[in-house]
């Protein structure tokens, strides 16, 4: 059974859009949620969340944890054509190392 | 660029052959991560080590090992491979407790055809 799950698996918008992805855990003794950006190669990092209702930002990308109901979103305001891209959330739980959902795949189209 | 590199970038080998992919962590990170992503699996753990020590172990099979050395620098051997081995394989460091965002820095990864 899979303890983080991503929603939507791929998602199609035109640039301009906004977009929310959604990352839900289900672990006990969380301790942070990470996500990260893979275009053709590595993951790069985009947050690490550790408490509720703080919001992270970074230009146009935002992301929110929320620990009671266990999910995060990211959200990607006037989306452009670099943010195609796949997304994955993970998360880190006792000692558990990161375990990652499956992704969210974000095409943009111009 | 991440600061982890990997080498090689790329691998191509045959059913019951080893290989040896390598992997240096950023400067100053003790902890090196194995990763192996495949296109229906997704990202998944294989083995971290901590300063030369094995820390955890995720779904890394027995055909499967790794070591850290002194330098921190990490080898991930893959022994007796099967067409299912094919996959991209990253390495990735994470900073000290206490240090930046404690985040994992991913390398370019190695990817893995087995024919």
């Known amino acids: 059974e899979d303890k983080v799950v991503q929603s939507p698996l791929s998602l199609v918008v035109h640039e301009g859009d906004t977009v929310t992805l959604n990352c839900s855990y289900e672990?006990?003794?969380?301790?942070?949620l990470l996500w990260y950006k893979q275009e053709k190669k590595a993951p790069t990092f985009l947050f690490m969340l550790?408490?509720?209702?703080i919001e992270k930002k970074s230009g146009r990308l935002s992301s929110i944890l929320d620990k009671k109901e266990l999910f995060s979103i990211l959200n990607i305001t006037a989306t452009q054509t670099g943010d195609s891209a796949v997304y994955l959330c993970?998360?880190?739980?006792?000692?558990?190392?990161?375990?990652f959902g499956k992704g969210t795949r974000l095409s943009v189209i111009a | 660029d991440s600061g982890v590199t990997q080498t090689p970038k790329h691998l191509i080998t045959a059913t019951g052959q080893r290989v040896t992919l390598r992997c240096s962590p950023r400067?100053?990170?003790?902890?090196v991560y194995w990763y192996q992503q495949s296109l229906d699996q997704g990202l998944q753990f294989l083995i971290q080590?901590?300063?030369?020590?094995?820390?955890a172990k995720g779904n890394i099979l027995e055909r499967f090992s790794a070591q850290q050395f002194p330098d921190l620098h990490s080898e991930l051997n893959l022994s007796s491979l099967e067409l299912g081995d094919s996959a991209l394989y990253f390495c990735?460091?994470?900073?000290?407790?206490?240090?930046?965002?404690?985040?994992?820095?991913f390398g370019p990864g190695t990817r893995l055809t087995v024919l």
């Open positions: 990735a460091s994470r900073p000290r407790l206490g240090q930046g965002n404690n985040e994992q820095f």
């Open positions: 672990v006990t003794n969380f301790r942070s």
């Open positions: 550790t408490s509720s209702g």
């Open positions: 993970a998360v880190e739980w006792g000692n558990t190392p990161l375990v």
């Open positions: 400067s100053g990170d003790l902890s």
């Open positions: 080590y901590y300063n030369g020590e094995e820390r």
